[in-house]
């Protein structure tokens, strides 16, 4: 167990849809980043955010946006969901000082979405 | 940009050695490996810096080769727990971005 929370852990929905995924970092961590996995793409670097800052972006789609908050977790929404959107999105919390790259991060458990 | 990483799959026997390579076109600044085990999150190992490092915990180690931009994680005497699929990441220097390879699948049989 890393630490990191992440719900929901199944998500099942409709192209076009708009959902809303959470991570809650581990204790103390400022730093939560944000990453896609799927089949034909596999890990890809999304976004991240630092102490309710956004610090670097990644491989994100317009249609996708991300917030943290001041409690420090952190929301990905994704918007006019499309089938190729379906795959595992891991949030990831490291104790760095907010490096892009950071030295070690604690990833998530994830949220599988799947886009029918 | 993405780092390739070879062999795509290897099964093993428990107790036999394993090299897993990670190789990019670019000047990389450092190389991160994690694994990965079926259904589950990445769990980070080890980072490697540019300067030609190496790392080891217990009977995993890689290395840093900074002249041919590749990194090997080496896995010896290799145990059950060991299977799973390992990735590199691999930061280019300047681009402050974590670009991860495709994974190298690791059966370990008994």
């Known amino acids: 167990d890393s630490g990191v929370t992440q719900t929901p852990k199944h998500l099942i929905t409709a192209t076009g849809q708009r959902v809303t995924l959470r991570c809650s970092p581990r204790s103390g961590d400022l730093s939560v980043y944000w990453y896609q996995q799927s089949l034909d793409q596999g890990l890809q670097f999304l976004i991240q955010?630092?102490?309710?800052?956004?610090?670097a972006k990644g491989n994100i789609l317009e249609r996708f946006s991300a917030q943290q908050f001041p409690d420090l977790h952190s929301e990905l929404n994704l918007s006019s969901l499309e089938l190729g959107d379906s795959a595992l999105y891991f949030c990831?919390?490291?104790?760095?000082?907010?490096?892009?790259?950071?030295?070690?991060?604690?990833f998530g458990p994830g949220t599988r979405l799947l886009v029918l | 940009q993405q780092p390739v990483q070879s062999p795509q799959a290897v099964i093993l026997r428990e107790g036999e050695d394993a090299v897993i390579n990670c190789s990019s076109s670019k000047a990389l600044y450092s190389v991160h490996w994690y694994r990965q085990k079926h259904g589950e999150a990445p769990v980070f190992l080890m980072i490697l810096l540019k300067g030609g490092e190496q790392k080891g915990h217990d009977k995993i180690s890689a290395s840093f080769n900074e002249k041919k931009q590749q990194s090997s994680l080496y896995l010896t005497a290799s145990q059950l727990s060991y299977s799973g699929t390992y990735f590199c990441g691999t930061e280019i220097q300047g681009a402050q971005k974590l670009v991860f390879g495709q994974g190298t699948r690791l059966t370990i049989n008994p």
């Open positions: 990831a919390s490291s104790p760095t000082g907010g490096e892009i790259i950071p030295e070690t991060q604690y």
């Open positions: 955010y630092y102490n309710g800052e956004e610090r």
